[in-house]
């Protein structure tokens, strides 16, 4: 395996501890029934283990970028392997990325079907967490990382190879993919032949950050104020929405983007 791996410059670590190719796991993960999603489990194709993987090792070039499911790349040492199947001294140094399996895959295809103000209701939850998982990296992981490190330049280095921050880093990037999709398919539900918001339109919030108690109700247009007019100096239209809480109306002036049928604060 060590031979094999010796002219590839996209490694992949899974769970179970085996090394591949990148381009091998993704072929086994296709193989499986899984498609092209790496977030998915699969069976090891030389242990049989039931894993996903979790670390990414690529050779720097001018096209790497950042997987958008892999943690922060990071410097790695890479050895040469001799004849022996040994390692010599270190070759170069790469880039490596924890890779951590989303837990919510499951949800996607059910927000594709809920109606709307089920996938607000999601939206808002979603959002609550990542402020929690966000918070829980601040002040739960860096103090103590921070503390083992005499630098914040050394602690910041390290903090890319702590296993608990990078638990919170992929919690927080699942729920982005989460809220890419609650915010993909509001759009896909709020756009079709009725039109463009207009007075009476009915509206669900959705994204509202003052004020976000009200995400996930629904309400309708009262006010449309155009760019640049009397009670709106952006450049963007604005709502007036009327909600129904509990028997009590509330008014909201909001900055809604174009899909119709939401309204959000920016």
Not at 127 to 142: D, E, G, P, S, T
């Amino acid at each position: 395996m060590v031979q094999q791996l010796a002219r590839r410059t996209d490694l992949a670590r899974l769970e179970c501890g085996c090394w591949f190719c990148h381009a091998c796991v993704m072929t086994a993960v296709f193989d499986q029934g899984g498609g092209d999603d790496l977030r998915t489990c699969f069976m090891c194709p030389k242990c049989s283990q039931l894993c996903v993987m979790v670390e990414r090792v690529q050779k720097p070039s001018g096209s790497l970028v950042d997987d958008p499911f892999g943690g922060p790349l990071r410097d790695v040492a890479v050895y040469q392997a001799d004849a022996q199947g040994g390692f010599t001294m270190a070759d170069s140094t790469w880039k490596a990325s924890y890779y951590s399996a989303t837990i919510k895959d499951h949800c996607l295809p059910m927000i594709a079907t809920e109606p709307p103000q089920t996938v607000a209701e999601i939206h808002k939850i979603e959002l609550r967490l990542a402020q929690m998982y966000r918070k829980a990296l601040a002040a739960q992981v860096w103090p103590k990382v921070r503390a083992a490190h005499e630098t914040v330049d050394s602690a910041l280095s390290a903090l890319k190879w702590d296993a608990e921050a990078e638990a919170f880093r992929a919690l927080i990037r699942q729920g982005d993919i989460l809220l890419d999709a609650c915010r993909q398919r509001l759009t896909q539900a709020n756009t079709g032949s009725e039109g463009p918001l207009s007075v009476g339109s009915k509206v669900w919030i959705f994204g509202l950050v003052n004020g976000p108690e009200y995400n996930g109700l629904s309400g309708r247009v009262t006010e449309v104020l155009p760019p640049k007019t009397l009670g709106n100096s952006t450049k963007k239209t604005r709502y007036g929405v009327t909600l129904s809480v509990g028997g009590v109306v509330s008014r909201r002036r909001s900055e809604c983007p174009p899909p119709r049928g939401s309204a959000a604060d920016r």
